[in-house]
């Protein structure tokens, strides 16, 4: 078995496996050779040998559950089959076995940043290089997770710097790397006068390093000045000898040609910039700003309708878009989309808010003249209000909101006949408007005295709402009103039951049972009897229809 191991860690996989199965022949039980032979099967690849390999590893897991090694090379083996929830858990399973698992540690982290699971590596990767502060890869990929998820310059700098601590000479990329993102950060930080000597050191290793003249260009224009400016162009213009298709050098070129005011210039770039990456964000909107600022604003319209389809957050570019609507395209439909939009993202957006007014007076739109009776309502300025709220109504017949406040206004100022029309235009275009029906039903029963029309009212409320107690009680006073005590009794029966807590239902339901008793022992009275004790449908209050007949039958005699 040891020739096994050896032969493996001499790059001689083929030689190995006999090795191994050979001390498995002698003792199945090894646990070495099934750990190692399980391994090797692994690195030869193929899904018969993973197969094998996993059998190995589970057979070893039987005999020890706390061998951490076993269970990070079960998730290795996940890895190669792509069964990333499976590694996962294999991964976690030997971190917790062994709290400074170096390659559990790591490859635990790796996988859930790659499954855009970046928050949650962040502790595996801080576990890994307090344990192991050498580890390059790791505070790589930490800073990394630092700068773009969690935004914390202090913890990505630290990384950084220990990483240049640990490789100051690797001209192959790392160092480089490391470097560059070191000036990006002291940027960020506002210490912009740090970064150009981490930007020029990456240079000094390797002049035609990208990012490093991407970042160092961005740096020196920060700066300012002609000279640093000078020097930005020709790094910018030196990346762009080795890569044409640079969507941000071009971007970069077209800043620092606005910096100089060469409108000319700039707009090249920008265009460039746009065709080469027709998503770019920076690139879009500043194009259109410079051509809406040179009075060519139905050029810029293009661009800015662009950018809102690419990123449909973007306020600024709305705000720009929405501007070019009204005062050069005169389209008010799509100004009035760009500022809804706006007030979706912001709610508190002055502007948006107050160009959206401007577009509804425009469009002498039914929303200017309902808020402006919800601000008489609020200054309690009754007739204004009723004036704004009927103009509402009479631009948008089917307008939910303003045809219940003009009907509420109407009601409160006992004027209930003259809002009955109005709630009944509401529950025609509105037929699930509860409050509406709740109203419309009061005026039937208190005004108009129409029973019928009262009780459809509350049945379509408790259709929507079955337990809607002021719908449910409102419906037994209409059975009261009709004498129909036993089926008002029962209503406010099922009532209490549902809302035994609201007195005045028990109230009434006493009021009612006593009125049932007084009538059991008058004489005669055979009509208001009738009446009274009619049969119904128990059922529809939770009742018993058998009962019910015993009572009609007591009640007749």
């Keep these: 078995m040891e020739l096994g191991v050896v032969l493996l860690e001499q790059g001689k996989p083929t030689d190995a496996p006999h090795n191994f199965n050979k001390a498995l022949d002698i003792n199945p039980n090894h646990k070495s050779a099934l750990l190692n032979s399980a391994i090797l099967l692994q690195e030869l690849g193929g899904a018969e040998f993973r197969s094998i390999a996993r059998q190995r590893l589970l057979t070893l897991l039987d005999k020890d559950q706390n061998n951490e090694r076993v269970h990070f090379n079960l998730g290795m083996l996940a890895m190669d089959e792509r069964n990333i929830g499976e590694a996962e858990k294999w991964f976690r399973q030997a971190v917790k076995l062994k709290s400074d698992f170096r390659s559990a540690l790591f490859n635990v982290a790796l996988?859930?940043?790659?499954?855009?699971?970046?928050?949650?590596?962040?502790?595996?990767?801080?576990?890994?290089?307090r344990f192991h502060p050498d580890h390059v890869k790791g505070l790589i990929l930490l800073g990394d997770i630092y700068i773009n998820h969690i935004k914390d310059l202090s913890a990505v700098e630290k990384c950084y710097r220990r990483i240049l601590q640990l490789e100051p000479h690797n001209i192959q990329g790392l160092h480089n790397l490391c470097v560059v993102y070191l000036g990006v950060v002291l940027l960020e930080q506002g210490k912009p006068t740090d970064a150009p000597h981490n930007?020029?050191?990456?240079?000094?290793?390797?002049p035609n390093h990208k990012s490093a003249l991407l970042n160092s260009a961005i740096l020196l224009q920060e700066l300012g000045g002609a000279e640093f400016r000078s020097i930005a162009r020709q790094r910018l213009l030196t990346l762009l000898d080795k890569?044409?298709?640079n969507e941000r050098v071009h971007f970069n070129l077209g800043m620092l040609a606005m910096d100089e005011r060469n409108i000319g210039e700039a707009e090249k770039w920008f265009r460039q910039a746009v065709k080469l990456k027709s998503d770019f964000r920076s690139a879009l909107f500043n194009v259109a700003l410079l051509l809406a600022d040179d009075n060519r604003s139905l050029e810029a319209e293009p661009f800015l309708?662009?950018?809102v389809r690419f990123h449909p957050d973007h306020v600024k570019g709305l705000i720009l878009l929405g501007d070019i609507y009204i005062n050069h395209i005169k389209d008010l439909s799509a100004v009035e989309k760009c500022y809804r939009r706006i007030l979706q993202l912001e709610p508190h957006n002055i502007q948006g808010l107050h160009n959206l007014c401007v577009v509804y007076v425009e469009?002498?739109?039914?929303?200017?003249?309902f808020n402006l009776g919800m601000l008489a309502m609020d200054e309690r300025n009754i007739g204004e209000a009723e004036k704004w709220f009927r103009q509402a109504v009479k631009l948008k017949s089917d307008f939910r909101s303003a045809l219940f406040?003009?009907?509420l206004l109407l009601a409160d100022d006992n004027r209930s006949l003259e809002a009955e029309p109005f709630l009944s235009q509401l529950v025609r275009f509105h037929p699930d408007h509860v409050k509406g029906l709740i109203l419309l039903g009061d005026i039937y029963?208190?005004?108009?005295?129409?029973?019928?029309?009262?009780?459809?009212c509350y049945r379509r409320i408790l259709q929507l709402e079955p337990h809607n107690i002021q719908g449910l009680h409102n419906l037994c006073v209409v059975y009261v009103e009709r004498k129909?005590?036993?089926?008002?009794?029962?209503?406010?029966?099922?009532a209490n039951r549902l809302a035994p807590a609201e007195t005045y239902i028990g109230q009434h339901l006493k009021i009612v049972e006593t009125r049932i008793e007084k009538l059991r022992h008058v004489a005669g009275a055979e009509k208001e009897k009738e009446l009274a004790f009619m049969e119904f449908d128990a059922s529809e209050f939770g009742g018993d229809n058998k009962m019910l007949k015993g009572q009609n039958f007591q009640a007749v005699n």
């Design 111 to 129: 996988l859930l940043a790659d499954d855009n699971r970046s928050l949650e590596a962040e502790p595996f990767l801080s576990q890994l290089v």
């Design 445 to 456: 029963i208190n005004h108009i005295k129409d029973l019928s029309a009262v009780e459809k």
């Design 405 to 407: 406040n003009v009907a």
């Design 243 to 245: 890569d044409q298709n």
């Design 305 to 307: 309708s662009q950018l």
């Design 199 to 206: 930007f020029n050191k990456a240079l000094d290793i390797n």
């Design 484 to 494: 129909q005590l036993l089926k008002a009794k029962a209503c406010l029966q099922h």
């Design 363 to 369: 469009q002498n739109n039914e929303r200017v003249h």
